[in-house]
């Protein structure tokens, strides 16, 4: 379902300008994806003490909680599943938050895993190995943080690390090429 204004526990899909946002994606063109226009995700959290709304998001210096104006100046796309109610939505927002408390780490090799699994490369080990670093690209943070708050995204058995910024937005209905 697309949200017309951001809720606590929405994801927002957003574009990536320049260098970083053609080498994602590239990723998630290798991915299987194409060349979609959703290359970052974030989850909506809470207000901070001055009442401005926040978002968590993977960063290539780790997991951070940030402010939504940061994306002002770009048109943002916010989905989330049909249904929700306001317990499940906090309970997203604060597993997210704790994401961006651990300053969980981000990995550009994801995406390079992504391509090996879509292209079923023989890697053995290789799901274990993304698995035990603990880096995560943007999207596989907003689906961790809505599985910790009891909440699967995905139904069709993949694992949780498979999963980019367009898989998000086609599966809530925000897709845009």
């Known amino acids: 379902m697309i949200e017309p204004q951001p809720q606590l526990g ?3 899909l957003v574009r990536i300008r320049g260098t970083v946002g053609l080498l994602i994606r590239l990723g998630q063109w290798l991915n ?3 060349f979609s226009t959703q290359e970052h995700a974030f989850v909506v959290v809470g207000p901070d003490a001055d009442g401005r709304q926040q ?4 960063q290539p210096g780790g997991a951070r909680l940030g402010l939504l104006t940061e994306y002002d100046d770009r048109h ?3 989905v989330a599943p049909a249904g929700l109610t306001d317990w499940q939505r906090a309970q997203i927002a604060v597993a997210a938050e704790d994401l961006a408390a651990a300053r969980t780490p981000y990995s550009f090799l994801d995406y390079l895993a992504l391509a090996v699994h879509r292209f079923r490369l023989p890697v053995p080990g290789l799901r274990r190995y993304v698995a035990a670093t603990g880096h995560m690209i943007c999207s596989q943070l907003c689906d961790l943080a809505y599985q910790r708050a009891g909440e699967q995204l995905f139904a069709d058995g993949r694992w949780n ?3 980019t ?3 998000l937005g086609r ?3 925000g897709e845009q090429r």
């Open 76 to 78: 943002v796309l916010y």
């Open 10 to 12: 929405d994801i927002g």
């Open 171 to 173: 599966l809530l209905g």
């Open 32 to 34: 299987g994806d194409g």
């Open 165 to 167: 910024p367009a898989d």
């Open 55 to 58: 978002l968590v998001e993977a």
């Open 161 to 163: 690390g498979y999963v």
